[in-house]
């Protein structure tokens, strides 16, 4: 089922968005940045507002950043920030990172921050990824440890949110703590063209960087070292 079918849970209230408006690459693409060089050809998948997009935009140039989400406008909101700062090499499209329209070994470097918690198919979303990934290329995500979180104050009742929104996420067929082992979404074997674990012309994920975090103002931080599957 295509996200598009799925109401976003966290939804894109104001409130939301400005959660997501104090990231950027340096930060949450740190452990991509250093496999960056001008020139690649980069996808976003799930940008946002394209606060990390337009980093990452940069890290390439003159190569191409595509930014891509189900909200028109979020794609609207990111692109009106890249032509905001004079960054020409990036576009950003609405698109389904689960049903991408890219033909196959598309991108140098395939990037997701906070998304693959979110979806109800990871190992689908991955695969299309992956799809569109060149044999040498980088699929990079980044997703939450939430039961890791640590507060600035401890409060019981911080741990009942954190909770809560667990349980919201899982509901909507995502899981909080994807990012402890996002490996683990991959590990079944993709195919060139389709999703089917079954099909015979199967081929490894290229390398995945992966770090994880459990991001917000009171939570501490998880390492931001890249691992390996
Ligand atoms: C938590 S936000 C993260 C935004 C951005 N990556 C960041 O970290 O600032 C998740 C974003 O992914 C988008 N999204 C969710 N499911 C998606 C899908 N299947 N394909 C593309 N975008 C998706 C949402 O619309 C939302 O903008």
């Known amino acids: 089922m295509s996200a598009q079918q799925h109401t976003y849970l966290l939804g ?30 980069l996808l976003d998948c799930g940008c946002g507002p394209g606060t990390i997009s337009v980093g990452l935009a940069k890290a390439v140039a003159p190569g191409e950043m595509v930014g891509l989400d189900t ?21 950003f499209e609405v698109g389904d990172l689960t049903d991408l329209r890219y033909d196959d ?24 990824m992956s799809r569109v990934t060149k044999p040498e290329g980088i699929v990079a995500i980044r997703d939450p440890i939430s039961d890791a979180s640590i507060c600035a104050q ?28 996002p490996g683990r979404c991959c590990r079944r074997p993709v195919s ?22 459990a ?9 931001r070292s890249p691992r390996r599957w």
């Open 12 to 41: 894109h209230d104001t409130r939301t968005v400005a959660c997501l408006e104090v990231r950027e690459s340096g930060h949450e693409a740190a452990f991509l940045l250093p496999h960056l060089k001008p020139g690649l050809r």
């Open 71 to 91: 909200e028109m406008p979020q794609v609207q909101a990111a692109a009106a920030r890249a032509t905001e700062l004079g960054i020409a090499n990036a576009v």
């Open 105 to 128: 070994e598309t991108f140098d470097v395939v990037f997701a921050h906070a998304v693959v918690m979110l979806l109800p198919e990871p190992a689908a979303g991955l695969a299309e």
């Open 154 to 181: 401890e409060n019981p009742l911080f741990h009942e949110g954190f909770k809560l929104f667990a349980r919201a996420v899982a509901e909507a067929g995502g899981d909080v703590s994807r990012g402890r082992d």
């Open 192 to 213: 060139r063209g389709s999703s089917s674990p079954s099909a015979s012309s199967s081929r490894a994920l290229p390398t995945i960087a992966c770090a994880s975090t």
């Open 215 to 223: 991001p917000g103002p009171v939570c501490g931080m998880a390492p």
